[in-house]
């Protein structure tokens, strides 16, 4: 099986890379490209409209799409695009939903699947474990779960501790959780969340920088 590759920049971004291409979620940090899709969750983690306005492909909610223009595309829950790799092999990127809290706004999540490397499972802007389970349901195995946790608008450290353990991934990966001052929870408490739940082996905690290879 071929490797994945996740980068935490910081936040909610990230660069996944898989078979030679490059993807970012939610870009609020400037990070040099090219980038040959980006996957933002609401279009308030847009920051850089530059950098979206230069990106083949944004995928993102229906409304997003319509406000941002250009390469913006929406990708709604269960629907899916298939993208060729630099290898030949497909790349498959499915929209799955998002529940942000506490006032249950519509967002997007990603997983992106192959035949040949690990499903990645990006949560984007959720709060809700209903929306963990349909995921696991729907898209089983998931190899690696990037988690955004800030204990307000996303999961908090207990239920990202619970999700895991619903989508009985291997490698955890937390993100968002630090770099805000609405975010009421931090990565000590990430990690003491999975401690409790016998999760701590499945945890991989990444500073801004930091790269992962599974």
Known sequence: MASA???????????????????????????????????????????????????????????????????????????????PRFDGVALRITGVPAQEGPNGTTHTGFVLSSVDTPAVYISGGNASLDVVQQVAQRCAPIGIAVLFVDGYLTLTSDQAARAAAILASPTVIPAHVEGWDHYTECIDDVRAAFARHGLSDRLRVLAAGDTATI
């Open 5 to 83: 590759t996740v980068r935490l920049i910081g936040g909610p971004t990230l660069v996944i890379e898989a078979g030679g291409l490059r993807l970012l979620t939610d870009p609020t940090f400037d990070q040099p490209g090219p980038f040959d899709v980006v996957l933002l969750s609401h279009d308030q983690h847009g920051d850089d409209p530059g950098l979206l306005e230069r990106v083949p492909l944004v995928l993102t909610t229906s409304d997003a799409a319509q406000r941002l223009g250009g390469s913006a595309r929406a990708l709604p829950p269960w629907y899916h695009l298939s993208l």
